[in-house]
């Protein structure tokens, strides 16, 4: 059996699939990843990439932070590619629970998902950092240099960066839904940031499937490995 009608089987055996993903779920969508070699680790800025979306940079560099925030990671032209919709359908026809995303593009929930666990937090919610005021992805966008409240405070994007913590409830939803899983599909993620990639360790089930295009430190413990494009491979999946 080839490995595209492997999956769809384990799909078909499946009833409460669950899909954890990164930035190449979002490639497709002409989003840049960071590992990828046309990713945002490999291009040429004054600070590495991990350095400027940390804590501390933000605070002792806002206007430098929103510069590559804006043209880098603010990406509101874009729109879903097929693997987004796919997941989308999937749950809409009851195949699959959640999706549990390193994204903050807000892509899932465009498609039309409804159960999304966002790790790492989302680019469309924005808070004062003074009053809690809250601002849209165009509003910040739209600032010229820093964002600002109209009580003066800076304005801060609710994802979570370097040297901060992910919110304690996602995590705890994610490892329930993980460990309750009887299919994960892993995609589009190097694996190689923490926490977030050691909460596949909960999952006990036997329908592991990893789909990227690069290797990942769980294909070994894959029991089906796709290297391909995720849009591609998901896409052609059915709903049945
Ligand atoms: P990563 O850049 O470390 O890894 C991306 C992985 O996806 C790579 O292994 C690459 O080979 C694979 N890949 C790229 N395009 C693919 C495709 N079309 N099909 C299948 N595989 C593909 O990304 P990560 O593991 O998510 O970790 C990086 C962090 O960066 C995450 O925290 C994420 O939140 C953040 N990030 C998010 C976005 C976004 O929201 N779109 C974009 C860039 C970075």
Same mark, same amino acid.
């Given at each position: 059996?080839?490995?595209?009608?492997?999956?769809?089987?384990?799909?078909?055996?499946?009833?409460?699939?669950?899909?954890?993903?990164?930035?190449?779920?979002?490639?497709?969508?002409?989003?840049?990843?960071?590992?990828?070699?046309?990713?945002?680790?490999?291009?040429?800025?004054?600070?590495?990439?991990?350095?400027?979306?940390?804590?501390?940079?933000?605070?002792?560099?806002? @206007? !430098?932070?929103? =510069?590559?925030?804006?043209?880098?990671?603010?990406?509101? #032209?874009?729109?879903?590619? +097929? $693997?987004?919709? /796919?997941?989308?359908?999937? @749950? !809409?026809?009851? =195949?699959?629970?959640?999706?549990?995303?390193?994204?903050? #593009?807000?892509?899932?929930? +465009? $498609?039309?998902? /409804?159960?999304?666990?966002?790790?790492?937090?989302?680019?469309?919610?924005?808070?004062?950092?003074?009053?809690?005021?809250?601002?849209?992805? +165009?509003?910040?966008?739209?600032?010229?240099?820093?964002?600002?409240?109209?009580?003066?405070?800076?304005?801060?994007?609710?994802?979570?960066?370097?040297?901060?913590?992910?919110?304690?409830?996602?995590?705890?939803?994610?490892?329930?839904?993980?460990?309750?899983?009887?299919?994960?599909?892993?995609?589009?993620?190097?694996?190689?940031?923490?926490?977030?990639?050691?909460?596949?360790?909960?999952?006990?089930?036997?329908?592991?499937?990893?789909?990227?295009?690069?290797?990942?430190?769980?294909?070994?413990?894959?029991?089906?490995?796709?290297?391909?494009?995720?849009?591609?491979?998901?896409?052609?999946?059915?709903?049945?």
């Amino acid at each position: 059996m080839d490995k595209q009608s492997a999956l769809q089987q384990m799909i078909d055996e499946s009833g409460r699939i669950v899909f954890f993903g990164g930035a190449g779920v979002s490639t497709e969508s002409g989003i840049p990843d960071f590992r990828s070699v046309d990713g945002l680790y490999h291009q040429k800025y004054d600070y590495p990439p991990e350095t400027i979306i940390s804590h501390s940079f933000f605070v002792e560099n806002p @206007e !430098a932070f929103y =510069k590559f925030y804006k043209e880098k990671m603010l990406c509101l #032209d874009a729109s879903p590619n +097929a $693997a987004h919709r /796919k997941l989308s359908e999937l @749950e !809409a026809c009851g =195949k699959l629970s959640a999706v549990i995303t390193q994204n903050i #593009d807000g892509f899932h929930q +465009a $498609a039309g998902s /409804k159960r999304v666990l966002e790790l790492h937090g989302s680019i469309h919610r924005n808070f004062c950092m003074r009053c809690g005021k809250f601002y849209d992805a +165009a509003y910040v966008r739209d600032a010229a240099g820093i964002p600002r409240c109209s009580c003066g405070g800076m304005v801060k994007p609710d994802v979570v960066l370097y040297e901060e913590s992910l919110d304690s409830d996602t995590l705890q939803q994610s490892v329930e839904l993980i460990a309750g899983a009887d299919m994960l599909i892993v995609g589009g993620t190097s694996l190689a940031v923490y926490p977030a990639a050691g909460l596949l360790r909960y999952y006990r089930g036997g329908k592991l499937v990893v789909i990227n295009k690069s290797p990942t430190p769980m294909d070994q413990s894959a029991d089906l490995l796709i290297s391909g494009k995720i849009g591609e491979v998901l896409g052609a999946v059915s709903c049945r």
